[in-house]
């Protein structure tokens, strides 16, 4: 979207609709340096489903919109 960033409730919204999130994200829970998820879905609880091509095990667990929020990287300069 011209470098413009998604706002929590626009991922939430999208997630509703069908719609795949992409996100770099950089160093936390997902990776030490920086990695692409994609955020497939929100459970009815409004939690957020990533597919995590690194980890199995990050892909089968709920994962709060905040701290997805808090580690992915802001800059469209970021590697991606």
Request: aromatic share 4%.
């Given at each position: 979207e011209?470098?413009?960033?998604?706002?929590?409730?626009?991922?939430?919204?999208?997630?509703?609709s069908?719609?795949?999130?992409?996100?770099?994200?950089?160093?936390?829970?997902?990776?030490s340096g920086?990695?692409?998820?994609?955020?497939?879905?929100?459970?009815?609880e409004?939690?957020?489903?990533?597919?995590?091509?690194?980890?199995?095990s990050?892909s089968?667990?709920?994962?709060?919109?905040?701290?997805?929020?808090?580690?992915?990287?802001?800059?469209?300069?970021?590697g991606?």
């Amino acid at each position: 979207e011209n470098g413009s960033y998604l706002s929590a409730q626009d991922i939430v919204d999208s997630l509703s609709s069908g719609k795949l999130v992409v996100v770099i994200m950089s160093r936390g829970h997902f990776t030490s340096g920086g990695h692409f998820i994609v955020l497939r879905g929100v459970t009815k609880e409004g939690k957020i489903l990533v597919a995590d091509p690194a980890s199995v095990s990050r892909s089968n667990k709920e994962w709060d919109l905040s701290l997805i929020m808090n580690e992915a990287r802001k800059g469209a300069g970021s590697g991606g």
